[in-house]
């Protein structure tokens, strides 16, 4: 799977005529499922679009971490330092997890 665009992944609710002329003029490759009632359909990458439960689920993971959801840190710089260890640590968690079920055979 190439990444290398640049792209916006998003649900159908930002299906709009409005949103996919500001991506297009910003070169970006809208990657959002077409709403029920969009006469003229579009295509879109449905692989990539998989790629948003990830996403996802990593936010969820990082909602655990009571500092960041109430945004304790006023600075940016600080509040992108904790971000970034939660991220590890959300990582290491997932990477032991994995490791885990191999050892176990699953």
Same mark, same amino acid.
């Given at each position: ?33 077409? *709403? ?7 295509? =879109? ?7 948003? +439960? ?6 969820? *993971? ?15 710089? @600080?509040?992108?330092?904790?971000? @970034? ?5 959300? =990582? ?9 079920? *191999? +050892?176990?055979?699953?």
């Amino acid at each position: 799977m190439d990444l290398t665009e640049k792209q916006v992944l998003a649900d159908r609710a930002y299906d709009s005529n409005r949103i996919l002329k500001l991506l297009e003029e910003q070169s970006a490759t809208p990657v959002i499922p077409n *709403k029920e009632n969009r006469r003229k359909p579009r295509k =879109w990458d449905k692989e990539i679009y998989k790629e948003r +439960h990830l996403i996802e689920c990593f936010f969820n *993971k990082v909602k655990n971490y009571r500092r960041l959801v109430t945004r304790f840190d006023k600075k940016a710089d @600080t509040f992108m330092a904790f971000l @970034t260890l939660a991220s590890i640590m959300v =990582w290491l968690v997932t990477m032991n997890l994995v490791t885990c079920k *191999k +050892h176990r055979g699953q």
